[in-house]
């Protein structure tokens, strides 16, 4: 171990990357969004901030380095202790959201509004409100305009559902209609759902093996062969919640540079993709409105949206509202299909398989089977597209057999500039909380590179190649020819 502060390298990585991050702005004649102001999704500089590189990467490098410089410097007595209340920030930003708060304010201004005020709406403690509201602003959510008295910022406004805050309190079954609201669809469903499963983490894990019961089951005194997915049936509303925060993650997974969807009919074609557990199918509805539209192909793409019975009736509906030009041509068909049982046989091969968010909702076991029934579907020149996160080691290197992704292209990764944590600390941290969700709610994992190269193996598929995204990434495997 070497005894050398890392301060000093820390503190130019940092000052590096934020005169990068300046210039970059400046030279596109951008201004860095304030954090005081609301966010306003369509300005230009939130598109350029998505889509330069040079903006990406100089922010990760300021979110680790910058995490990585309190942790060395913070009291490690107060540093676990933060850790252990950060529960709160969970309930605060559920309270928050449910009292529709974000809607309030943007009604209220830039002024803000007081903490009755925003009690009134909901009858609640306006004293607590203030309280809620004001660990949410020392965690920059919200900002305290005068004491007692809130106004929205960049963070907060990313919560607004889109609609007025009395549509939001009259019609409590419609909060999630409209498609802006996914991201408070997600902290919800994150800050309820997952939330109470992970507070019996530790309770389950030391159940003795025969007792042992997963933190969905024990947190929600549910039956024992009960699952997350039978479990968000029972109620339209968290349903409901669940399909809006799927939906709301789906715009960083059409990335550019990731699965060249416009290369894969050519003219004259028509290649089916299937996708499966495909909730309402936002991904490749993404595909159609995003890329497909401008793509250079100029063949034609048919989509099979799969999914249990009740979903595949709200995707249904999702296209017939959204994209009714692509449910009128055919170019769309709705299959409910049990993603465990034998595909459907078809006279033209299936082109693509597209597996988005679902193969980490299940174990090593389930997911076999899964990608057993799509290889017996499959023809020789049939791709795999897995779209999910790719958890790396904390450690330097990311593979116990480095030679065996040699050939696999954007399979080895190199690990973040010294003397940051190899796998980017706090700038990555998404993939570990979503890894714990995946076992609290489902006993499933994000994999690690080595974890896909194995799964895919024994299922009779070879990794192809990852086109690494900047949360999930398109891993394409072929089949192993028989
Ligand atoms: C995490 S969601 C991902 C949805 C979608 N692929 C996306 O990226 O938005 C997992 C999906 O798997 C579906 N699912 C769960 N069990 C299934 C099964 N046995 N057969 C088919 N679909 C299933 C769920 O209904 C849900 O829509």
């Given at each position: 171990m070497s005894s050398a502060s890392p301060l000093p390298a820390l503190l130019q990585l940092l000052t590096q990357s934020i005169n990068t991050l300046s210039a970059t702005y400046a030279s596109a004649g951008h201004h860095l969004p304030s954090l005081d102001a609301p966010l306003v999704?369509?300005?230009?500089?939130?598109?350029?901030?998505?889509?330069?590189?040079?903006?990406?990467?100089?922010?990760?490098?300021?979110?680790?380095?910058?995490?990585?410089?309190?942790?060395?410097?913070?009291?490690?007595?107060?540093?676990v202790i933060q850790g252990g209340h950060s529960y709160n920030l969970s309930a605060c930003l559920r309270a928050a959201s449910e009292l529709n708060v974000p809607e309030i304010l943007r009604e209220a201004g830039e002024d803000g509004a007081s903490a009755e005020t925003i009690a009134s709406y909901s009858g609640t403690?306006?004293?607590?409100?203030?309280?809620?509201l004001r660990l949410l602003a020392t965690h920059q959510i919200f900002r305290e305009v005068k004491p007692g008295v809130f106004a929205n910022n960049r963070l907060s406004s990313a919560l607004d559902k889109g609609k007025s805050p009395q549509e939001l309190f009259d019609k409590p079954s419609e909060r999630f209609s409209?498609?802006?609201?996914?991201?408070?669809?997600?902290?919800?469903?994150?800050?309820?759902?997952?939330?109470?499963?992970?507070?019996?983490?530790?309770?389950?894990?030391r159940e003795p093996e025969s007792q042992r019961q997963l933190p969905l089951i024990r947190a929600w005194n549910l039956q024992p062969d009960s699952n997350l997915f039978a479990f968000l049936e029972t109620s339209p509303a968290r349903l409901g919640r669940f399909a809006m925060a799927m939906h709301g993650s789906v715009t960083s997974n059409t990335f550019k540079g990731g699965y060249p969807w416009?290369?894969?009919?050519?003219?004259?074609?028509?290649?089916?993709?299937?996708?499966?557990?495909?909730?309402?199918?936002?991904?490749?509805?993404?595909?159609?409105?995003?890329?497909?539209v401008t793509g250079s192909g100029g063949g034609e793409v048919e989509f099979v949206v799969q999914d249990?019975?009740?979903?595949?009736?709200?995707?249904?509906?999702?296209?017939?509202?959204?994209?009714?030009?692509?449910?009128?041509k055919g170019l769309v068909k709705f299959e409910a299909q049990d993603f465990f049982t034998p595909q459907p046989s078809r006279t033209t091969p299936v082109a693509v398989f597209v597996l988005r968010h679902v193969l980490h909702n299940w174990s090593e076991s389930k997911s076999t089977l899964l990608l057993q029934h799509l290889r017996a579907a499959a023809s020789p020149d049939t791709q795999l597209l897995i779209i999910d996160r790719v958890v790396r080691p904390a450690s330097a290197v990311e593979s116990i057999d480095p030679d065996a992704l040699k050939n696999i292209p954007g399979a080895a990764m190199d690990p973040a500039p010294e003397p940051l944590l190899p796998n980017w600390g706090?700038?990555?941290?998404?993939?570990?909380?979503?890894?714990?969700?995946?076992?609290?709610?489902?006993?499933a994992t994000e994999r690690t590179v080595d974890g896909f190269v194995a799964l895919l193996k024994r299922t009779g598929w070879r990794l192809e190649r990852i086109y690494r995204g900047p949360q999930s990434s398109n891993l394409v495997a072929r089949p192993i020819a028989d």
């Open positions: 999704k369509d300005d230009p500089a939130e598109a350029f901030r998505l889509s330069n590189p040079d903006v990406v990467d100089a922010t990760q490098r300021i979110v680790a380095a910058a995490s990585q410089i309190i942790a060395c410097v913070r009291d490690p007595t107060v540093g403690d306006p004293a607590l409100v203030a309280r809620i409209e498609a802006q609201s996914g991201p408070a669809a997600h902290v919800e469903f994150l800050a309820d759902e997952v939330f109470r499963c992970a507070s019996v983490l530790s309770d389950t894990m416009a290369e894969l009919a050519k003219p004259g074609e028509r290649k089916i993709v299937v996708d499966v557990g495909a909730g309402i199918g936002a991904y490749v509805m993404g595909v159609a409105k995003e890329v497909l249990r019975e009740k979903t595949v009736e709200k995707a249904r509906k999702y296209w017939e509202e959204r994209i009714p030009e692509y449910v009128e706090l700038a990555a941290e998404a993939n570990y909380h979503y890894d714990m969700a995946m076992h609290n709610l489902l006993g």
